[in-house]
Structures are given as structure tokens and as C-alpha cells.
């Protein structure tokens, strides 16, 4: 497997436009994390999903952002409309069911809105 | 509630010393215990995983770290701090009860000094 994949890997987009993020898990695995890393805020955690049903979406910011995962092998994270603080790197993660085995993370998407 | 310390924002060491990075969880269920490594501008990378086995870990590039339950701790150890060590350290739990199924401390910078 190629690990998990996420396009775009930079973004720079103006502020007001929309922003798609892409993410493909590991085969198999059930879960699929987003991530949002600043230098203010550190590593957060926006949504999760477990077999593709969103569980805890409390990090979710506002509701500019969204996140579907319509299969299996597919999750976005859209943002709409875009702004300044929004900037940051994104990283998408996927893990199986069983807690005792890691979670494997992207290369993550820097996104800079400007 | 679950909970990841890590008890260090920033750890700074001459090359050639210990490491120490320092990780406590609280917990009401047995958890696996994971340390991930974040060099600059790049993905995060699993260094090593408790998975209630042998309690003392070895993970990759020199690192170990004990679990020690009586003290609810995981902390990372290096006999001797290379130049290439500096990075952030996240100390990750995960259960298989509760709604969060990963949890990660806020990281600690490793600086290495020549």
C-alpha cells in the first residue's frame, strides 16, 4: 500500500475562495482522522470518521469547514469561504478498529490563504 | 476524562547526552501507548508503540521507552542525542473504550546542540 495519500500536497488560494482537501486512507483501515497543525495552536484534531461515518466533529472551527467521506477510500475537508487564519498544514490519518495498532498520517497539505 | 502530558514544551540537549521526554496518560482502561517524531516541514512518523507487551520499548534511530503503570507513565529515552534528533516528539494514547480512540499530548521540541 502507498500509505495514506493527500492532495493537494501545498495550496495557496485567496481569501473568500473554497478550498478542497483530499484524502485516501490505507486500505482497510476503518478509521480516518483530520488533523490542522499550527505554531500557535499546535496539533488539532477537526473530525474522525469510523467506517465512514463521521463520530466527533466538535473540532471542526465554524462552519466554513466540512468534512465528508463518501466511501471507503475517500474523505474531503472543505472549507468555504476561506480566510487568512485558515492557514496551517492539514494532515489526514487513517488507523483500523483495534486501538492497539498506530495511526498512519499523510504528508499533509500546507495551505496558505491570502 | 483521557488525558496525554507531556510535561516538557521544550527539551534542549548537547549532542552526544540522554534524551529524556517525558509522557504521563490518565486512564481508567488499559492503553496502548504510542511516541511519534515530526521533523521540520514533514509528516509524522511512528518511532514506537506500546502494545501491552514487554513493557520496556525499543522503536527506531536508538529510541526506547518504558511503560510504568503504577505511575501511568511512557517516557522516551536515548542514550546518546544526535544532531538529527531535533524534532517535535508527540507522545500518543489510544483507547478501545470511549468516543476518542486517539489522543496526543501537545508535543516536545527536541533541540540538539553541537
Known amino acids: 500500500d502507498a500509505g495514506v495519500i493527500q492532495s493537494p500536497r501545498h495550496e495557496v488560494t485567496e481569501m473568500g475562495q473554497e478550498v478542497t482537501l483530499r484524502c485516501k486512507p490505507i486500505?482497510?483501515?476503518?478509521?480516518l482522522f483530520w488533523y490542522r497543525q499550527t505554531m500557535m495552536r499546535g496539533l488539532e484534531l477537526l473530525i474522525y470518521f469510523n467506517n465512514n461515518v463521521p463520530i466527533d466533529d466538535s473540532g471542526m472551527p465554524e462552519d466554513r469547514f466540512s468534512a465528508k467521506m463518501p466511501n471507503a477510500s475517500f474523505s474531503t475537508l472543505k472549507i468555504q469561504p476561506s480566510e487568512p487564519r485558515d492557514s496551517a498544514v492539514y494532515f489526514c490519518a487513517s488507523r483500523t478498529d483495534r486501538g492497539d495498532t498506530e495511526a498512519f498520517f499523510g504528508q499533509g497539505t500546507r495551505l496558505t490563504v491570502v | 476524562a483521557q488525558s496525554v502530558t507531556q510535561l516538557d514544551s521544550h527539551v534542549s540537549v548537547s549532542e552526544g547526552t540522554p534524551v529524556l521526554l517525558r509522557c504521563n496518560y490518565s486512564s481508567s482502561y488499559s492503553p496502548s501507548l504510542f511516541w511519534y517524531v515530526q521533523h521540520p516541514n514533514k509528516g509524522l512518523q511512528l518511532l514506537l508503540k506500546?502494545?501491552?507487551?514487554?513493557?520496556l520499548v525499543k522503536g527506531i534511530n536508538g529510541f526506547e521507552a518504558e511503560f510504568k503503570k503504577s505511575e501511568t507513565s511512557f517516557h522516551l529515552t536515548k542514550p546518546s542525542a544526535h544532531m538529527s534528533d531535533a524534532a517535535e516528539y508527540f507522545c500518543?494514547?489510544?483507547?478501545?473504550?470511549?468516543?476518542?480512540?486517539?489522543?496526543f499530548g501537545k508535543g516536545t521540541r527536541l533541540s540538539v546542540i553541537a
Open positions: 506500546y502494545t501491552s507487551a514487554a513493557t
Open positions: 500518543v494514547v489510544s483507547w478501545n473504550s470511549g468516543n476518542t480512540p486517539l489522543v
Open positions: 486500505s482497510g483501515h476503518d478509521y
